[in-house]
């Protein structure tokens, strides 16, 4: 049995030389590893997200430009709530003034109803106004979203309470409570558009252009306010 094998030369053992297993168990080298391939992901989404969150230049244009554009949505949503108040506020003058027929008088309580709708929550402008518009965070998008505010109070405080307060006197006519109370509110409405004024006065003086006005329109005096 020795002489028989003594014929062959030894081959030193070489891995290399071996096939591969035919169940495929080669080893992936590690940058082809599923834990190194998510971890990749993980980095290269992680970026993504920082620098898109970080502040970019935007020129004094563009940004009066995007305020300008804010400002008209929100004149856009201001409309339905101003022609409400104006109208309550004449079909108010016309009473105390004698001037509505009884025909006048049977249509105003329900055109009131629409009226106060159109300065509450319940309209889809204010819900716009409320919850849809975003001015743009710079210094001057500062000043116009304070001016947002101070809008959102002319319609929904003041502007819907004296809608509310002429409602009352329709149903009861004369109550000095009521009309103390109205007379409040028509000071109120006026400093509140003064106040929208001055912010986006601010914010013009920032931008150096001068800005759409906002829409906040000076209501008619009230007879007896």
Known sequence: MTDELSGFEEVPFDP??????????????????????????VVVIAA???????????????????????IKAINADIKPCAFA???S???????????????????????????????????????????????????????????LLVVEKWITDNALASIEDIQNLFAHPGSQSMIAKLTTQQIELSADRTMARNDESKAEAILGITLVPVALPPLPHLSGT
Request: hydrophobic share 40%; with cysteine.
């Open 48 to 70: 993504i997200s920082i620098v898109t969150d970080l502040p970019h230049h935007i020129t004094k244009a563009q940004d009066a430009a995007t305020q300008n554009a804010t």
């Open 89 to 147: 506020f004449s079909f108010y003058n016309k009473y105390v003034a004698g001037k509505l027929t009884p025909s006048n008088l049977a249509q105003v309580p329900s055109l009131l109803v629409g009226d106060q709708t159109a300065c509450s929550f319940a309209g889809q402008p204010v819900y716009d106004l409320t919850n849809n518009i975003q001015p743009l965070e710079t210094a001057a998008g500062r000043h116009i979203n304070q001016m």
């Open 16 to 41: 290399g030389s071996m096939a591969m297993s035919s169940l495929g168990l080669g080893k992936n080298v590690w940058y082809k590893r599923p834990w190194f391939l998510i971890a990749v992901t």
């Open 85 to 87: 108040a104006n109208e």
